[in-house]
Nanobody, 127 residues
Framework: QVQLVESGGGLVQAGGSLRLSCSAS????????MGWFRQAPGKEREFIGG????????RYADSVKGRFTISRDNAKNTVYLQMNSLTAEDTAVYYC????????????????????WGQGTQVTVFS
């Protein structure tokens, strides 16, 4: 079992930056690929990016590529989502997710491929 707890959400002005953190329980954090999803009001939950177990590979949705960066610190059991150049369209609840990386050996992007989910953290971008 893996428990995920996100933090760092809040209000930010358009054009600004925010960094989300996700802390994971357990002693085998590096065995898990980590992903970030978001869900805006009235919209479906969408994949925005992921990172491999050792942090050597990342993958991003086109909507955030070049603005968002995912990283991880396996010694701290933590994954980060650095968000820059935020716009109102980035307003959403952001979810941290995890799956056993060895199951696919690649970064997956479907919700049903992720086994564990955090409770979500709200990010609101205002003009």
């Amino acid at each position: 079992q893996v428990q995920l707890v996100e933090s760092g959400g809040g209000l930010v002005q358009a054009g600004g930056s925010l960094r989300l953190s996700c802390s994971a329980s357990g002693r085998t954090f590096s065995s898990y690929g980590m992903g970030w999803f978001r869900q805006a009001p009235g919209k479906e939950r969408e994949f925005i990016g992921g990172i491999s177990g050792n942090g050597g590979s990342t993958r991003y949705a086109d909507s955030v590529k070049g603005r968002f960066t995912i990283s991880r610190d396996n010694a701290k059991n933590t994954v980060y989502l650095q968000m820059n150049s935020l716009t109102a369209e980035d307003t959403a609840v952001y979810y941290c997710t995890a799956y056993l990386y060895g199951r696919y050996n690649l970064i997956v992007d479907r919700q049903d491929e992720y086994e564990y989910w955090g409770q979500g953290t709200q990010v609101t971008v205002f003009s």
